[in-house]
């Protein structure tokens, strides 16, 4: 429940380019970025079996053996972030520590049950591992719910144990691992696509050349409905390359709707050998050579001295592209560095007291013409090694934007189940012995850009990595050159109907060359090479002074131009930064906006001093990040003189109702002290649909099914799952997705997986067929059925399992008259035990019946329901001029728990909140949970309909975000969410 729910949650921080645009690359899986590896994986060492957890006993010992700051590991914190995860994977579990750290105690409640285990004595791993033991021990044989596996719940509690260390140790579970091994190697068998969700749709993005898809003549935008005999109608993305990879000879065959065909085309293909190109070239021309790293694999090193000797002609210079490499293999960025130096400190490997250090040496071969490097923030780790080896050999110059800044090295260790365990066993220091971590490395040549638009003006300053020092300082180190440019290569995306970013693994290498001749990186670095003949940094930078002070003189007067045209002016005069003296007005005076609009602000900014004001802008600063680093640009302000900024909030449809603090930074172009200025602005958020839904099992020839028409599935036939949904909350839903996945394999098929309805308004009913063929018996067909809005990213998620019956039943059509015997009735939507309720009848309703079997009748219930009564529940009577009346029927949907919460405070100065209201659901209640931010704070068991709710919650200072998490005995959950910000 709380991983769907925070899954649907994160969805609001994800880009428009992301949520239009899922790509996954056969070819390459970026699932390791900012990970620094060492060598090669450790092998488990077998003596550690027999103990009640899987890996915590291994992960126990490396980290034991292996982790690189002992004195930094606190068992304690350990442990309570590890049941932190706990009790946010476990809907039943609730752990609370009541003095935090300093707790000699900790109590675990497993609904009505509590168990109070010791925690002053957990001052080492060993004691930290047979608690945790004892833990699990206690909560797993108490567990009404076999999901998630116990398995699972152990990597998550491990994993954020590993996140006290340090961000970069881990587990791996089993298929990350896998997918790493992998990426790692370099290549691997399968069919060389790229594939991507488009339209709900698994598309080909774009097919490799020479690989066997672009030889059987996959193309672009082709629609992959069928891999072998499974339907790929809602199949994940690591689902269908897992299926699609295989072992290189083997085949696989995949279905195709292409436009122009009239039913899906199979394609027989033989996996190959496909191989992870991890660096791209291209000739610039005038000698100068560009290679890109994608990241640093095992053929990495070999792939970078092959495009040198295959280079046409003399290369004069070499762009090396470092940008957005998140990292990969420690040897591979030794060579790689090694083949541009011929003596110096590649890199020092650190661990405690001891260090070792990579020399470079002359090799054949090797690279001794000019290098520029460029790098930003999303170049870490082994990129960040190249990058200061060369720069501080004085050996290339660097040219973009600081790096990410990660100084450690990892290794990787495999464990007894698949799994793997990510340990941070050394630190490494670039040349000269600098450690970058958390501080990055600066580039020679800072490149910050500006876009101006209509939509927006925004400068790097508002988005740039600025590193700090442990006391929380930014630290200070300038680069030689800075040079604002004018950026029309990212447009501002207002809406999310703009046409989609083509992403950069779909482009031809055509298109990719091309992309390079806009590239300003590139512009730089070239003039940079042509600008000296030296092969000395220091040389090279001194060299390249007139010709970067002309771009930057350029670019400068590029983006005053445009600023003048929106009547801002951005000229500027240097001066000694002094105090400085601003009246601000922030308009409209009462900040509220309803969430789905667009709300308008503009601040007003008098220079009240006695001496003009250069380049003013304003930054904003929020938690909330829908309101965070937002920019007013006011340009030049002279004594007396006013300036308006003005920017635009947009409060997406899902916003909560909040108060939010809004501070506006303000600086200039001389760095002059000014003022800060606060504002409040409040959200009122819209009311929010809930769904409910029933479902039949139709297999008589509606809605495209075939079958014998007994209400239960058998081998062969075509069923419609007949889905009704119905709004039973208080707002519209504007797009309610209904999707239906396969969990049988293929066992079943689908054929129709997704329905969309707009504009569903509270009370109202639709209803649309899902369809799917039995393919193998079984005694049941697992399904997982989604009902999720679109604009509020909010709904329910539902396991159904549909009885199968290899035997086939017999069924007679016949129309006669009854009336139900008993009240309460149930009326289900298919002739087993374990169908679905569709109406509770009472007792001397009448229906006319469609047919019978063995022990059900099928009933007409009203022109658009069909269902099914036990035999046992009804009496035949003499037909009548006209059927018996069935007024008494009550329709039933399957909804999840109301939550009404009493009208809480926006802000508050108390340190307690009284949470009050109810919770009710007809089924019966199983349980709530209530959350502080990511911090349960109660669990609530209950078997009730209907429960009070009277909760005190101790509130944080600033924001504090409260959950309301309430689950059924059906296990459909309710969520209900509100901000309360506590002043201080």
Known sequence: MIKFLRSIKNLTKISYVIKKFHLFLIILIPLFYLSFLSSGPQTVEQEVNGDSLGVLPLVIKYVNKYYVDKPSIDPKIMLINGMGRLERVLDEVVVDFPQDEKSASFNVQVLNETETFKMSDVNDLETLKTRIEDVFTFIQPRL??????????????????????????????????????????????????????????????????????????????????????????????????????????????????????????????????????????????????????????????????????????????????????????????????????????IVSTKIGDSKKAYNAVQNEGDYSGKIVV???????????????????????????????????????????????????????LTPGDVSIQDIGITPDISLKNAVVSKEAILFASSTEHKPKNSNGKPIEENPVYSVTFLDTSNPIIESEEQEEITPEEALSREEKRKKLDNDFFIEVAKEIIHSSSSLSRNDILDNAQTNINKLSNREEAKIEDKLNSFGIDWSVIKAEPTPIDILVNVSPPLLKAKAGEKLSVTVEVENKGKKPIYRLEALTESENQLFDGKEFIFGKLDPGEKGKGVTTFDIPKWGFTREDKITLRFKDANNSRLPDYSFILTTEQLPRPVFAYNYEIVDDGRYSSKGNGDGIPELGETIALLIRVKNVGKGDAPKAIVTLKNLSGDKAFLEKGRIEFENLKPNEVREEPLNFVIKKPDSKIELELQIIDEVFRDGIVKKISIHDDEKEHTFQTNSQNIVVRNDKTPIKGGSFKDAPVLA???????????????????????????????????????????????????????????????????????????????????????????????????????????????????????????????????????????????EA
Request: proline share 4%.
């Open 374 to 428: 460029l790098i930003d923030a999303g170049s870490a780790s082994a990129s960040e090694i190249v990058a200061g080896a060369l720069k501080n050999n004085e050996r290339a110059v660097l040219v973009g934007n600081r790096t990410f800044g990660k100084g450690s090295v990892q290794q990787i260790f495999d464990l007894n189940d698949g799994s793997a365990l990510k340990l941070t066993i050394a630190d490494y």
């Open 144 to 345: 009404s719910s076999q999901e998630p596996k116990i398995r699972d719940v152990e990597y998550a509690v491990i994993d954020e144990m590993l996140k006290t260390l340090d961000p970069h140790s881990a587990i791996i579970t089993p298929d990350v691992y896998q997918e790493f091994m992998i990426e790692t190697e370099g290549s691997f068998g399968g069919l060389g696509i790229v594939i991507g969700i488009r339209d709900a749709q698994l598309t080909v993005i774009s097919p490799i050349e020479g690989t066997p898809a672009h030889r059987v003549g996959i193309k672009p935008n082709d629609k992959i409905a069928q891999i072998e005999m499974e339907s790929t109608i809602n199949m994940s993305l690591i689902e269908a390359v897992s299926k699609l990879r295989g072992k290189k000879g083997t085949k696989v065959n995949i279905y195709v709707n292409r436009d122009g065909f009239s039913a899906p085309k199979r394609y027989e293909m033989v996996r190959d050998t496909i191989n992870i190109e991890s660096v791209e070239t291209f000739d610039l021309g005038e000698g100068i050579q560009y290679l890109r790293i994608r990241d640093f694999q095992k053929n990495t090193y070999d792939s970078i001295k092959q495009a040198l000797k295959n280079q046409p002609g003399e290369v004069q210079g070499v762009i090396l592209d470092l940008r957005g490499n998140p990292g990969g293999l420690l040897d591979q960025s030794q060579k790689i560095s090694d083949i541009f130096l011929t003596d110096g400190v």
């Open 840 to 982: 509770i009848s009472e007792k001397g309703t009448g229906f006319e019946t469609v047919g019978e079997n063995e022990g059900w009748v099928k009933v007409k219930l009203n022109e658009n329901l069909i269902g099914w009564v036990k035999k046992d529940d009804i009496l035949f009577v003499d037909f009548v001029s006209s059927p018996p009346e069935n007024n008494d029927l009550e329709v039933i949907f399957d909804s999840p728990p109301i939550i009404e919460i009493d009208n809480m405070p926006l802000s508050t100065t108390s340190s307690e909140l009284l949470i009050g209201g109810s919770i009710k659901d007809n089924d019966g209640l199983e349980l709530v949970n209530i959350f502080l931010g990511e911090d349960k704070v109660a669990l609530i068991p209950s078997q009730n309909n209907d429960i009070p709710l009277s909760f005190k919650l101790k509130l944080n200072e600033g924001v504090n975000e409260i959950t309301i998490l309430a689950k059924d005995s059906k296990n459909l959950v309710s969520r209900y969410s509100f901000v309360v910000r506590k």
